[in-house]
């Protein structure tokens, strides 16, 4: 793996010191190993360009430059186009599986820890709400640099509790939400389908943009679990003891079957959705993220 990937990967992510290093790396690994097409026509009028430097504000770069040099170079803008970006952390007891040593939760808090490095670099306004069975933390939105602390120290002490309620949740934030904006979900969506699909119709009826990161452990899809294993569910503690190797085909066809009825769904309805596998590294949720913010300029 080159140096620009071990930054994305969610394993050495998962030993760095605090969450201003894993939005840093994350952001800069992702960014110095990217080619540069998917962001032509992301920025606006400007008037003049250097080298880039470390620590230069990731907003300000120019792909077409470096396309035709194979050198970064910043921009200088005349003017900035932002919005209100509202960001959802499924928070819920299930986004606490691991099979290995990085749980959904883990990885949901490393992708919105970059996104947020990301889009207050772009001077937009963020606003990040953590919710299980309803929205118990909220951090309105503000687009100053200054607004990244208070929201990577709430996603650093944040810990997964309760049952998931996403009908409630999606609902809520779109009768509270006054201004209308990009709306980020982050979760593994384990909740009733059509309650999913409801709420996030609500919010594109009222003119949100909404994109779906769709976070699941590998064993989630594959069940690749070999013996007798005893299976809990971490919301209701439900137990099962069983053989999964006889059940293994029939149940990762029915994961095949819900992924695709998601990607259908959603896409009928004009939501973005993305799957994720939480052991892979973070720049398919970043090519995601951004596609989406060139088609909404």
Same mark, same amino acid.
């Given at each position: ?13 998962s030993?760095?010191?605090?969450m201003?290093?894993?939005a ?35 907003k ?6 470096f ?8 921009k ?28 959904k $939760? #883990?990885?949901? %808090?490393?992708?919105?820890?970059? +996104?947020?490095? @990301?889009?207050?670099?772009?001077? !937009? ?16 939105p ?6 990244l ?14 049952r ?25 969506? $384990? #909740?009733?389908? %059509?309650?999913?699909?409801?709420? +996030?119709?609500? @919010?594109?009826?009222?003119?949100? !943009? ?31 003891r069983?053989?999964?190797?006889p ?26 959705y993305?799957?994720?596998?939480? %052991? ?18």
């Amino acid at each position: 793996m080159n140096r620009s990937r071990e930054y994305l990967d969610p394993l050495f992510l998962s030993k760095l010191a605090n969450m201003n290093l894993v939005a840093r790396c994350a952001v800069e690994g992702f960014f110095s190993g990217l080619h540069p097409s998917p962001f032509h026509g992301f920025s606006v009028e400007y008037s003049d360009h250097r080298e880039y430097y470390p620590g230069d504000e990731l907003k300000f770069l120019d792909w077409k430059m470096f396309g035709r040099s194979d050198k970064l170079y910043i921009k200088q803008f005349k003017q900035e186009t932002s919005t209100t970006v509202y960001i959802l952390l499924d928070s819920s007891k299930s986004m606490s599986f691991a099979s290995d040593k990085v749980s959904k $939760l #883990d990885y949901g %808090s490393f992708l919105v820890a970059a +996104l947020s490095y @990301l889009m207050l670099g772009q001077c !937009d306004s963020v606003s990040l709400m953590f919710f299980a069975e309803k929205i118990f933390k909220q951090i309105p939105p503000k687009s100053r640099r200054t607004h990244l602390n208070t929201i990577l120290t709430a996603l650093q002490r944040n810990k997964s509790a309760g049952r998931t309620n996403l009908s409630t949740v999606l609902h809520a934030i779109a009768e509270t939400t006054k201004r209308k904006g990009l709306v980020i979900l982050v979760s593994d969506l $384990l #909740d009733d389908e %059509s309650d999913i699909y409801t709420g +996030l119709a609500h @919010l594109k009826f009222l003119k949100h !943009d909404v994109i779906v990161f769709h976070t699941l452990d590998h064993r989630e899809v594959n069940l690749d679990y070999k013996g007798l294993i005893q299976f809990e569910d971490m919301e209701t503690r439900e137990k099962l003891r069983t053989f999964p190797q006889p059940l293994r085909q029939a149940y990762q066809q029915q994961v095949v079957d819900f992924l695709d009825d998601l990607k259908k769904t959603t896409g009928l309805a004009g939501i973005d959705y993305c799957f994720i596998d939480t %052991s892979e590294p973070l720049d398919r949720a970043f090519i995601a993220y951004l596609a989406k913010r060139k088609r909404s300029m």
